[in-house]
């Protein structure tokens, strides 16, 4: 099955910028993929933040956006707040069917 | 308002079967748009998709569960079921239940259930 590879954790500073990367052990990650990414906070249920590679859902603060780079699908925060502590998970579609990566924690700090 | 609840045992011996229902409300498993689904999380770690049924148009699996696996469906309750055979000390985890449109988009979840299998 496919493996989807993402940064363990991270680190930005209030109100700086970071780029979280999701790729897919076949290969360069396209808008085939579909890429989304979540948010979840401890004890919640994940959140989706972006869907099909660079489309927000309603909540989703215009900070986050999504786009492919370099290879693999990649989520942007511009401006953190220290309310976007959180892991940061990722899903692709491979043909068959959905793979989570195995997520990022994302530190404000 | 869209809500989704699990519920089922929090405890399964080893070599038995996990059995979950979900219960949805505010929207009918039959629309035939949405899509239903479960995902689970052992405690600490990342995500992993179990399936998906869309009303009308089947399920997908997860290929590594699909062998132990059934997903399925009462309209007339509004409940998604999830079964999954043969549980070893690896299936232990937080089960959610989602309503997801096209693409994830627009998901609701339920609030998750956490399962442990021992003995």
């Known amino acids: 099955q496919t493996v989807v590879t993402q940064e363990p954790s991270l680190t930005v500073s209030p109100g700086g910028t970071v780029t979280l990367t999701c790729a897919s052990s076949t290969g360069a990650v396209t808008d085939d993929f579909s890429p989304t990414w979540f948010q979840q906070k401890p004890g919640q249920a994940p959140r989706v933040l972006v869907y099909?590679?660079?489309n927000k859902d309603a909540w989703t603060p215009a900070r986050f956006s999504g786009s492919l780079l370099g290879g693999k699908a990649a989520l942007t925060l511009s401006g953190a707040q220290p309310e976007d502590e959180a892991e940061y998970f990722c899903l692709l579609w491979d043909g068959v069917s959905w793979v989570f990566g195995g997520g990022t924690k994302l530190t404000v700090l | 308002q869209v809500q989704l609840q699990e519920s089922g045992p929090g405890l399964v011996k080893p070599s038995e079967t996990l059995s979950l229902t979900c219960s949805v409300s505010?929207?009918?498993?039959?629309?035939?748009?949405?899509?239903f689904c479960w995902v689970r999380q052992p405690p600490g770690k990342g995500l992993e998709h179990i399936g998906c049924f869309t009303y009308g148009r089947g399920t997908n699996y997860n290929p590594s569960l699909k062998s132990r696996l059934t997903i399925s469906q009462d309209t007339s309750r509004n409940q998604f079921s999830l079964r999954l055979s043969s549980v070893t000390a690896a299936d232990t985890a937080f089960y959610f239940c989602?309503?997801?449109?096209?693409?994830?988009?627009?998901?609701?979840w339920g609030q998750g259930t956490l399962v442990t299998v021992s003995s």
């Open positions: 505010g929207v009918s498993l039959s629309s035939g748009g949405p899509h």
């Open positions: 989602a309503k997801v449109g096209d693409n994830w988009r627009q998901s609701d």
């Open positions: 099909t590679t660079v």
